[in-house]
C-alpha cells in the first residue's frame, strides 16, 4: 500500500509564504490523485487542493485559491502545496493524501501520510 510523508510546515508570519512537500511511496505511489487537506484546532479536517496525476485537473478550496498552489514532480512522486499570503486562519495541522481515483482523494477516503504543522502569526 501507498505511504506518505508531508514536510515543509512551519512557523510563518501572516502575508508569509511556505512550500510543503508530499512524497509518495509504495504500490499506489505510482499515478495516483494527490491533494491536501488541513485540520485546524477544535475543527474537522477539511479539503484544500487536488491534483490528477498528470496535474491537467486541479481543484481548490474556496478559501485558498488565489493563494494557494499544488503541483507535483511523478518523477519523484512528489506532490507540493505552495501557500502564499499566508492568515492566521490557515493555521492547522496540513495532511496528505493519494488514490488512484481523484474522487477518493476529494472525499477523504483514501490514504493519509502523518500530517506537517502549518502555524500562520498575525
Known amino acids: 500500500q501507498v505511504q506518505l510523508v508531508e514536510s515543509g510546515g512551519g512557523l510563518v508570519q501572516a502575508g508569509g509564504s511556505l512550500r510543503l512537500s508530499c512524497v509518495a511511496s509504495g504500490r499506489t505511489g505510482s499515478r495516483s490523485a494527490m491533494g491536501w487537506f488541513r485540520q485546524a484546532p477544535g475543527k474537522e479536517r477539511a479539503f484544500v487542493a487536488v491534483?490528477?496525476?498528470?496535474?491537467?485537473?486541479?481543484y481548490y478550496a474556496d478559501s485558498v485559491k488565489g493563494r494557494f498552489t499544488i503541483s507535483r514532480d511523478n518523477a519523484k512522486n512528489t506532490v507540493y502545496l505552495q501557500m502564499n499570503s499566508l492568515k492566521p486562519e490557515d493555521t492547522a495541522v496540513y495532511y496528505c493524501t493519494a488514490d488512484r481515483a481523484l474522487r477518493t482523494v476529494m472525499t477523504g477516503s483514501g490514504n493519509w501520510g502523518q500530517g506537517t504543522q502549518v502555524t500562520v502569526s498575525s
Open positions: 491534483s490528477t496525476w498528470s496535474g491537467d485537473t486541479t
